[in-house]
């Protein structure tokens, strides 16, 4: 929204100082050039598109290596009951379009595992794996299982070993490739390809120890030995106490998961290949999310329809092939079946929580319609955020520069002026080089083009006793704790 308002790319990171900015790009350039042409409420409906793709590939990827339609409609009915799934498909996260390559990179894989005289589907799934990690940090995980599979194929068939060396600096050349714009701007932007990773090599300015510690604050601890039940004990934090940013991933996997490794059980036959294979990669992928130290729940949702595949095949098998009768996985279906209605949107109004504005399954989050109402966004967001509407209509846009010491930036798509990030773990004062406390600010202020600065209203009277103080001067006190400060002098 920014580089549309100013009219063309810049360094947004030196810009704003907030290292997110430097991630990976590929969601957001897309969403950059949507907001151009249609506005926010079109540029979010990127994501919507990205929810369709995803149910229809799950149906397709059924249809193609499962033989059965049904599995693929009733898989893709079970993502779409994913509370998160169908609240990310109405916002501007990049949760979606790493679901959605990760489930291209396995159908690709599939295929090349099947006839594996066309390398060219291995390099396609490397490609849509590499892809998925230019989106989001964990199509990490996605571009290593893709990797893995490659090299279980190649060590299965030695047939396959034939110029194993040239076809391995294809892999390595196509993943290279998909990754390269975003290592070029990266480079640019921060002065490190990988940023943040191997900080102590490329020595970027907005990366340090300090801002790695503070944004591992709030990770999870994490041991190798008791995995198996920490998972299982946060999919039912997740459903049982819903908190803001800790989604609610659905009853779906908490009884899914084991439900299906019960009725592997109860079958006469081994669930198909495919299905085993993909359980794996499930299971491989969920361990790396929780070998991050992520907190956030939603990040399942880039392994969701694979997921969601393997536990209705299961389910699917079971009924064809019972071996104790089909009581068993009819009680099953019935369950599941139930799990995907009460968690499906007409529905989940009636949910726990469901009328808390704090939720994000709350009402905030559920009111997605707007963006077919076509309703100012007044009226749906910014009327929470009095103090964005006051920048928004009285400060020249591109005139002006907030050093945001309140946590505005959470709002960054609304605001149309620029933020200076005073507060977050790439800031400078949790890197401890400079803050409103520091005797140079004022000069800092200049060096990087500040203008005004926007605190809480619980800080001013700390803030009088800084050399600072005598050069702000009060431009507006918002009714929701925020006050607002013109540099001057």
């Known amino acids: 929204a920014h580089a549309v308002e100013v009219g063309h790319f810049y360094n947004i990171v030196a810009a704003t100082h907030d290292p997110a900015m430097g991630l990976n790009p590929y969601q957001e350039i897309q969403f950059t050039g949507l907001y151009a042409v249609l506005g926010a409420h079109g540029a979010k409906l990127l994501s919507f598109f990205d929810l369709v793709l995803v149910l229809l590939g799950v149906v397709a990827f059924a249809r193609r290596h499962l033989a059965s339609t049904r599995v693929g409609i009733f898989a893709a009915l079970a993502v779409l009951s994913i509370p998160v799934v169908s609240w990310a498909g109405t916002t501007a996260y990049n949760d979606l379009p790493v679901a959605l390559y990760t489930l291209l990179a396995a159908h690709a894989l599939a295929v090349w595992w099947r006839d594996r005289g066309s390398w060219t589907w291995a390099y396609v799934g490397i490609g849509m794996a590499a892809f998925s990690l230019g989106v989001k940090d964990l199509g990490l995980f996605t571009l290593a299982l893709a990797v ?23 892999i390595v050349a196509t993943a290279s490739v998909v990754c390269l714009p975003w290592w070029i701007r990266a480079g640019a932007m921060t002065g490190n390809p990988i940023f943040p990773l191997a900080n102590n090599l490329f020595r970027s300015q907005y990366w340090n120890s300090y801002a790695a510690s503070a944004g591992a604050a709030g990770n999870r601890h994490v041991s190798i030995v008791h995995m198996p039940f920490d998972l299982v004990g946060y999919l039912w934090t997740t459903v049982s106490q819903p908190s803001t940013f800790h989604t609610i991933v659905g009853p779906f996997f908490l009884l899914g998961l084991p439900i299906a490794g019960v009725l592997v059980l109860c079958t006469t036959d081994r669930p198909p290949p495919l299905v085993s294979a993909l ?211």
């Not at 990669?281 to 361990?287: E, N």
């Not at 809480?456 to 050069?471: D, G, N």
């Open 148 to 170: 893995v599979v490659v090299v279980l194929g190649i060590v299965r068939r030695p047939e396959l070993r034939v110029h194993f060396g040239g076809r391995a600096v294809r």
């Open 279 to 489: 359980a794996l990669g499930v299971l491989a992928w969920t361990a790396g999310w929780y070998l991050s130290a992520l907190s956030d729940s939603r990040y399942l949702t880039g392994i969701a329809p694979l997921a969601c595949l393997v536990v209705v095949a299961v389910i699917a098998e079971a009924l064809k092939r019972p071996r104790l009768g089909r009581l068993v996985p009819l009680t099953a279906a019935v369950v599941m079946v139930a799990a995907v209605i009460s968690t499906s949107q007409p529905v989940l109004p009636l949910q726990r929580g469901a009328a808390d504005t704090n939720a994000e399954l709350g009402t905030v989050g559920l009111q997605w319609d707007y963006l077919y109402r076509h309703e100012p966004e007044v009226d749906v967001q910014l009327r929470w955020l009095p103090m964005a509407q006051y920048v928004n209509a009285h400060l020249p846009a591109l005139r002006t520069k907030i050093f945001d010491a309140a946590s505005l930036s959470g709002y960054y798509m609304y605001v149309l002026p620029e933020l200076f990030d005073g507060w977050s773990y790439g800031s400078p004062a949790t890197m401890h080089q400079w803050s409103l406390k520091s005797p140079n600010v004022l000069a800092e202020f200049r060096r990087n083009g500040i203008t005004d600065v926007v605190v809480r209203a619980s800080v001013v009277r700390k803030l009088r006793r800084e050399t600072v103080w005598p050069h702000l001067h009060l431009t507006y006190d918002s009714p929701d704790g925020l006050v607002l400060y013109h540099v001057v002098g």
